[in-house]
């Protein structure tokens, strides 16, 4: 069984930084695709970043340049920077693991709002 807890969202002002952390139980961290997602209500949820085992990432066009994802293996966790924010950034961003064969698991959502 896998448990992801984000942690790190919060108020601030546009142009500002933030960083969402992600902590994984469980064995299969390290060998897992790691994704950040966004959603705003009545909006589907939406790719922000993602990152392989072997360390490729990718980036939704919307945050490129802005946001970097990272991992740490040994410390099961997976982060999200995010930079010169914007309010259109305001979303809650959820923490996803993927595994071939195994149903996605999913964190409870940390909130993100850019505000003046």
């Known amino acids: 069984q896998v448990q992801l807890v984000e942690s790190g969202g919060g108020l601030v002002q546009p142009g500002g930084s933030l960083r969402l952390s992600c902590a994984a139980s469980?064995?299969?961290?390290?060998?897992?695709?790691m994704g950040w997602y966004r959603q705003v209500p009545g909006n589907k949820r939406e790719l922000v970043a993602a990152i392989k085992s072997g360390g490729t990432t990718n980036y939704a066009d919307s945050v490129k340049g802005r946001f970097t994802i990272s991992r740490d293996n040994a410390k099961n966790t997976v982060y999200l920077q995010m930079n010169s924010l914007k309010p259109e950034d305001t979303a809650v961003y959820h923490c996803?693991?993927?595994?071939?064969?195994?149903?996605?698991?999913w964190g409870q959502g940390t909130q993100v709002t850019v505000s003046s």
């Open positions: 469980g064995s299969i961290f390290r060998i897992s695709t």
């Open positions: 996803n693991l993927n595994f071939p064969t195994l149903p996605d698991y």
